[in-house]
């Protein structure tokens, strides 16, 4: 079955350390997202990849890094400057550009929950 | 430029009741719209989902939606709430310039015995 994988599922970072979250993809979707969703605010776009070798910044990109060096793959580090990383990321992907109607539309992968200790 | 606005982070409701979740929309293009549920700790999952044609959209678990273009609105609805319904529903929307989503604040469903 195609889908989108996230790992791990939970994952703890101590102060000042870098840490890489993996989300892998078997859609065959261009377009890949990372999410971070916190109590009460929703959904905020950290970066975002139509192609690859290409990603742009979201609303939120300061103290994050993306990389998309194969269309399956997007990874995110959260980086010792992100000073409150502890939230719930969120990975999707879609086909781009959508064209037909029935294209439209993200699947999500079952996100990573990141503490700081 | 779109946006979405969910009315009320937190929506209670007796099982077996009427479920009413409200989203209004704003676009400078004809919108496709999403309605989307999050269980706890999981990912977002769509419910259903309005591109063109049948204003009134039927999705999973017996929920349904119907676009009004002269309310701007894409309310979710289900007859009789069940305790599984209890979860986050996002409300979306798309002008399809860039393929992005932008997505509401969410509604947090609770169901009361």
């Known amino acids: 079955d195609g889908g989108i994988t996230q790992s791990p599922k939970y994952l703890f970072r101590k102060e000042g350390q870098n840490v890489t979250l993996s989300c892998e993809q078997n859609?065959?979707?261009?377009?890949m997202y990372w999410y971070r969703q916190d109590p009460g605010q929703g959904l905020r776009l950290i970066y975002y990849s139509q192609i690859v070798n290409d990603f742009q910044k979201g609303d939120i990109a300061e103290g994050y890094s993306v990389s998309r060096e194969k269309k399956e793959s997007f990874p995110l580090t959260v980086t010792s400057a992100q000073k409150n990383p502890t939230a719930f990321y969120l990975c999707?992907?879609?086909?781009?550009?959508?064209?037909?109607?029935?294209?439209?539309?993200?699947?999500f992968g079952s996100g990573t929950r990141l503490t700081v200790v | 430029a779109q946006s979405v606005t969910q009315l009320g982070s937190h929506v209670s409701v007796s099982e077996g009741a009427l479920v009413l979740l409200r989203c209004n929309y704003s676009s400078s293009v004809p919108p496709y719209l999403f309605w989307y549920v999050q269980y706890p700790n999981q990912g977002l999952q769509l419910l259903l989902k309005y591109t063109t044609g049948a204003t009134l959209v039927k999705g999973i678990n017996g929920f349904e939606a119907e676009f009004k273009k002269s309310e701007t609105s894409f309310h979710l609805t289900k007859p009789s709430a069940h305790m599984s319904d209890a979860a986050e529903y996002f409300c979306?929307?798309?002008?399809?310039?860039?393929?992005?989503?932008?997505f509401g604040k969410g509604t947090r469903l609770h169901i009361l015995p």
């Open positions: 859609l065959n979707h261009d377009a």
């Open positions: 999707a992907s879609s086909k781009f550009p959508g064209g037909a109607p029935d294209n439209y539309g993200y699947t």
């Open positions: 979306a929307v798309t002008g399809r310039e860039d393929d992005k989503i932008i």
